[in-house]
């Protein structure tokens, strides 16, 4: 989903992505219950847990070059987990930024959610073959 807005109390930047990867949620869970981790994946936000739904993912509040929050939320789906991923927050800048360079930002933090997504995958699928059932199963 791409939502860019600029509306006064609305958060400028509003990502939403969906990854499937073959392993359970504990497992992807596990990937993300290391507060150290959340600096690989987000080097510029300061994160802090305002819920820890276990299994079913965290959500926090978001600090640093964006204000707002950010949740991964991993949904039992077949032989593996859904990995839902939103953000809404808005830059933490000294002025407004214009459309394009919200457009920007935007692109940035897709193709980043993205990358995070798919190496997770790549990471705990394990060279598990396309069409294959996963090692848990």
């Given at each position: 989903?791409h939502?860019?807005?600029g509306?006064?109390?609305?958060p400028?930047?509003?990502?939403?992505?969906?990854?499937?990867?073959?392993?359970?949620?504990?497992?992807v869970?596990?990937?993300?219950?290391?507060?150290?981790?959340?600096?690989l994946?987000?080097?510029?936000?300061?994160?802090?847990v305002?819920?820890?739904?276990?299994?079913?993912?965290?959500?926090?509040?978001?600090?640093?070059?964006?204000?707002?929050?950010?949740?991964?939320?991993?949904?039992?789906?077949?032989?593996g987990?859904l990995?839902?991923?939103?953000?809404?927050?808005?830059?933490?800048?000294?002025?407004p930024?214009?459309?394009?360079?919200?457009?920007?930002?935007f692109?940035?933090?897709?193709?980043?959610?993205?990358?995070?997504?798919?190496?997770?995958?790549?990471?705990?699928?394990?060279?598990?073959?396309?069409?294959?059932?996963?090692a848990?199963?």
């Amino acid at each position: 989903m791409h939502a860019v807005s600029g509306s006064v109390g609305q958060p400028a930047l509003d990502l939403v992505d969906e990854t499937f990867l073959a392993v359970p949620p504990s497992t992807v869970a596990a990937a993300f219950a290391d507060p150290r981790s959340w600096a690989l994946y987000w080097p510029d936000l300061v994160l802090e847990v305002y819920t820890d739904r276990g299994e079913k993912g965290l959500r926090w509040t978001v600090r640093g070059a964006l204000v707002g929050t950010m949740e991964v939320w991993l949904e039992p789906v077949l032989d593996g987990t859904l990995l839902h991923y939103f953000l809404r927050a808005s830059p933490a800048t000294a002025r407004p930024l214009k459309a394009r360079e919200l457009s920007r930002e935007f692109d940035r933090r897709a193709r980043a959610a993205k990358a995070i997504a798919l190496g997770l995958k790549r990471q705990l699928e394990d060279g598990r073959p396309p069409g294959e059932p996963p090692a848990h199963a």
